[in-house]
């Protein structure tokens, strides 16, 4: 199996680039914020507690996140691999993860990380909020919380898979296109040694 995290702050291209790698390489996208942002949208319970977080810009609990995740996972069982988008994004996930996996055998192959500079990310987010709907991209202040929280919480998440060498930055402050081919770069190269 290939099982790839698609690493980096808010606004660094993650859900756009996950689209496209699902599409090339058959992987099964597996996105917390936007499963967080269903149950939301259908009012259930998990929902209704998540968005007390997401509206204020925090991470919601690992609890209720890793539970998520692995209702998943079973509903997933014979894939090609994953690629998951905005997770693991604290040290408890990520050790939930790891776990999860080696139950079913498998292993995270690498951790891409899309590098873009904070200002950067501040503009597409506010961008990006014109048209979303998004209450977390609705003002500046929110969006400065959420990359604090990176900062605070998911960048030692890079630190653990960069200890088993597991880890690797990939620009990402070019085109769409740009940044996709550098990632097929780095996929292509895994999935020749998986060969
Ligand atoms: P972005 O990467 O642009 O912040 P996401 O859709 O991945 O967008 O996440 C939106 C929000 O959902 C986060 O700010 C956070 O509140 C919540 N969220 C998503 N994934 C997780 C996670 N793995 N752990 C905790 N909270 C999460």
Redesign the pocket.
Known sequence: MLNLILF?????G??TQSQLVIEKYGLIHI????L??NEISIGTPLGQE?EQ??QK??????E??IGM?STVLEKHPRSKGYIF??????AA?SEALDKLLSLRKTAITKVLSLEVPEDELVRR?LERGKTSG?V??ANEEIIRA?IV??HNKTVPVADHYARVGKFKKVKGDGTIEETFELLCNEIDSLVAVEA
Request: proline fraction near 10%; charged fraction near 30%.
């Open positions: 980096g702050p808010p606004g660094s993650k859900g996105s917390t914020g936007e967080l942002r998540a977080f997401i810009g925090q991470l919601v609990p690992d209720v996140v995740l988008d905005g997770f693991p994004r604290t996930q987010l998004r977390d991209d959420r929280e990176y």
